[in-house]
């Protein structure tokens, strides 16, 4: 399989490529050439295990760059270390509803799911050339902590994490820096996660830098993880009756990484019927998709945090499909955005969007009452950001009798004082994380400042 660029100005490469190398060199996104179908296949797939199903969707990416025994390897090397046996559960909690659980990871949240691959693919691949990279990344709170989870103790990675100081949870923040490993580097950084964000991106497009530091990502523009995403939009639709029977889901949606995976899996051919894309109060993908208004607002913080974001990097892939696949269309649009801060869909584009793609935002009281809700007439306890998107599903238009699966994208234990305030309930950490609170910290703060920063990484790698 090859990748292009969807800014259409950087060079062609192979699955081993785009892994390491994160953002494009002309800025924009990699993305396949083509979607590989599996509509014909998906009816063979019933009863398969998720390794089994992530094996079959991985494949035709990975095209050369992996024998399969070790693209199977690395399958069930990271779905091994999960909390349960169906990796990804389906759990029912209505007449036509459901929750798939993507929580049952290390780090209790969905980026685990990603993460745990990516990780052992990038240890792979850099051990076999020998090379060492520093994964250079900006978190809301989840993929921090998935990521060095997954690269902690790799000889051939360094990870530098930049986290909103003050803007994730405590159980987020020690989840990231209690791991005391020689090559895990948290900075808190005074400022936003679109800071922290634009900090990262203004270090890669330093290309002399970049390439002296050998930068490379594992943040949700990393094509493998959106790969990774798509297994669970597949095993979910065969649970309830795909290929014969069309599924929806609903997606707590931030940086639009998630969602976009259940896109691609679309484009595979899997039968979804609509994707809802749930967000809290900052609301521009909802804004985008509901009026063609792509225009970015200050953060607001909410109750879940790792939705606080207003510039959603994956967007810009489908834009390149709404665009009909056009880098020198998508790099322009691209730029009006950076310089004005707003770009507006036209009536075409957006209309091709709608054709797919529900958004509902979801307001904290909303969230709040969802959580509750949940509870009493289910019994089970859900986490801020699963409630949006259960929130986003009841909000959405569409045919009730096509099966809805909310992506249940936290454990509760991850937000525990949101979780205490809606419900009364006190979740529980699992007991194999019962000492988080008392382990050790450490991490640097800096202001956001490019120049702080990358000196700070400078001395770092020596
Ligand atoms: C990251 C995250 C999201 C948003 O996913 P995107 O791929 O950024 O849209 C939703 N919920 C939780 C718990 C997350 O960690």
Redesign the pocket.
């Given at each position: 399989m090859r990748y292009i660029s969807t800014r259409g100005a950087a060079p062609v490469l192979d699955f081993e490529g785009v892994l390491l190398a994160g953002l494009a060199r002309d800025g924009g996104l990699y993305v396949p050439e083509h979607f590989p179908a599996i509509g014909d296949r998906l009816a063979g797939w019933r009863g398969l295990s998720y390794q089994a199903v992530a094996f079959e969707m991985l494949a035709p990416f990975a095209g050369d760059s992996l024998s399969p025994a070790t693209l199977g390897d690395l399958i069930d090397g990271a779905y091994g270390s999960f909390g349960h046996d169906a990796v990804c559960p389906l759990v029912q909690v209505g007449p036509n509803d459901f929750l798939l659980e993507l929580?049952h990871g290390p780090t209790l949240?969905?980026?685990d799911v990603a993460m745990q691959l990516l990780g052992r693919l990038f240890n792979t691949v850099l051990s076999r050339r020998g090379e060492q990279v520093t994964v250079l990344g900006a978190t809301?709170?989840?993929?921090g902590s998935?990521a060095i989870e997954a690269l902690k103790g790799l000889p051939s990675v360094k990870v530098v994490m930049l986290h909103p100081k003050g803007r994730v949870s405590e159980v987020q923040r020690r989840q990231m820096t209690t791991v005391l490993d020689g090559n895990i580097h948290n900075v808190a950084i005074e400022g936003t996660f679109d800071d922290c964000q634009a900090l990262v991106k203004t270090l890669f497009n330093r290309l002399e830098f970049r390439d002296k530091a050998r930068l490379s990502a594992v943040n949700?523009i990393n094509w493998a993880r959106i790969v990774a995403?798509t297994v669970y939009y597949v095993t979910a639709a065969l649970s309830l009756g795909a290929p014969d029977r069309p599924v929806s889901f609903s997606?707590?949606?931030?940086?639009?990484?998630?969602?976009?995976?259940g896109y691609v899996a679309k484009r595979m051919g899997l039968p979804i019927e609509r994707l809802v894309v749930a967000t809290n109060r900052n609301d521009i993908l909802a804004r985008a998709l509901r009026a063609g208004d792509y225009s970015t607002g200050q953060v607001q913080p909410t109750i879940?945090p790792?939705?606080d974001?207003q510039v959603?990097s994956?967007f810009e892939r489908l834009l390149f499909d709404l665009y009909g696949r056009d880098g020198a269309v998508t790099a322009g649009a691209l730029a009006g955005f950076q310089a004005t801060g707003k770009l507006a869909l036209g009536a075409n584009v957006l209309a091709k969007a709608r054709e797919i793609f529900d958004a509902v935002a979801v307001d904290e009281d909303l969230t709040r009452e969802t959580m509750a809700a949940t509870l009493r007439r289910t019994g089970l306890v859900v986490?801020p950001?699963?409630a949006?998107?259960l929130a986003g599903a009841a909000g959405a238009r569409g045919e009730r009798a096509v099966p809805m699966v909310t992506?249940a994208?936290?454990h509760p234990a991850?937000f525990p004082a949101a979780v205490r305030a809606a419900t009364g309930i006190e979740p529980k950490l699992p007991p194999r994380m019962a000492d988080l609170y008392e382990r050790e910290e450490r991490y640097a703060v800096l202001p956001h400042d490019a120049d702080a920063l990358q000196a700070h990484i400078a001395a770092i790698i020596g």
């Open positions: 929580f949240a969905f980026k809301s709170g989840d993929t998935a949700s995403q997606v707590p949606t931030g940086n639009f990484g998630d969602i976009y995976a879940s790792s939705m974001i959603s994956n986490d950001h699963s949006v998107g992506l994208t936290a991850k």
